[in-house]
């Protein structure tokens, strides 16, 4: 079975400042990841994706990712955060065709952008 | 491209009473998926449609929930006799086949009173 696990559920930061969310997965198989944002009353929004191409994997907004396999981690960076930075962040992970491609999602990370 | 779409947005119910929600994909997006979301928390997998077939339930999906996909197009998902563990956010996603990413509707919150 598939889990996601992200370290912290709350990170705040300053404007201008490195953005660092944490997730570690566990899977049986070699995975999908995903990055995905959420703002307040809305759905979920695709930063990034990983599905066994370069490890370092560049998304919309500033936004990339390393899949560390030896770790299991697949951590999301932003050098300069923004105020429009401030959302709700989700790991997730899939198991590919044999799961259905379903997603399992870790308990997110609410992120502050101070000015 | 117009996005996945979900209707109601918002809805407010009695205990008991039956509620159905709309989901309509990005039109060549085969495969469809409802989760649900609880505050403060990750979405959770419900079920998944290719084309109308229903493909996986995960045990979260009681007696009491049913989707459907009956043209392989737009879905419903019904919850009968509601309770209060209910109240959530319903959210639908589609993709294409492949590795291609799960692109979301903007979901429907469900308050049960």
């Known amino acids: 079975a598939q889990s996601v696990t992200q370290l912290g559920s709350h990170v705040s930061v300053s404007e201008g400042a490195l953005v660092l969310l944490r997730c570690n997965y566990s899977?049986?198989?070699?995975?999908?990841l995903f990055w995905y944002v959420q703002y307040p009353n809305q759905g979920l929004q695709l930063l990034l994706k990983?599905?066994?191409?370069?490890?370092l994997v560049k998304g919309i907004n500033g936004f990339e990712a390393e899949f560390k396999k030896s770790e299991t981690s697949f951590h999301l960076t932003k050098p300069s955060a923004h105020m429009s930075d401030a959302a709700e962040y989700f790991c997730?992970?899939?198991?590919?065709?044999?799961?259905?491609?379903?997603?399992?999602f870790g308990g997110g990370t609410r992120v502050l952008v101070k000015p | 491209d117009t996005g996945v779409s979900q209707d109601p947005r918002h809805k407010i119910t009695k205990r008991g009473q039956n509620v159905t929600f709309r989901c309509d994909p990005i039109?060549?997006?085969?495969?469809l998926y409802w989760y649900r979301q609880t505050l403060g928390q990750g979405p959770e997998f419900l079920t998944y449609?290719?084309?109308?077939?229903?493909?996986?339930k995960s045990r979260l999906l009681s007696d009491r929930f049913s989707a459907e996909r009956p043209k392989g197009s737009f879905s419903t998902l019904e919850i009968q006799r509601t309770e209060q563990g209910d109240s959530a956010m319903y959210l639908c996603?589609?993709?294409?086949?492949?590795?291609?990413?799960?692109?979301f509707g903007d979901g429907t919150r469900l308050s049960i009173l």
């Open positions: 039109s060549e997006h085969n495969r």
């Open positions: 449609f290719q084309n109308e077939a229903q493909l996986e």
């Open positions: 997730a992970v899939s198991e590919g065709k044999a799961a259905g491609n379903k997603l399992t």
């Open positions: 996603a589609s993709r294409e086949g492949g590795s291609a990413p799960q692109h």
């Open positions: 899977s049986s198989v070699p995975p999908y």
């Open positions: 990983y599905t066994s191409a370069a490890t």
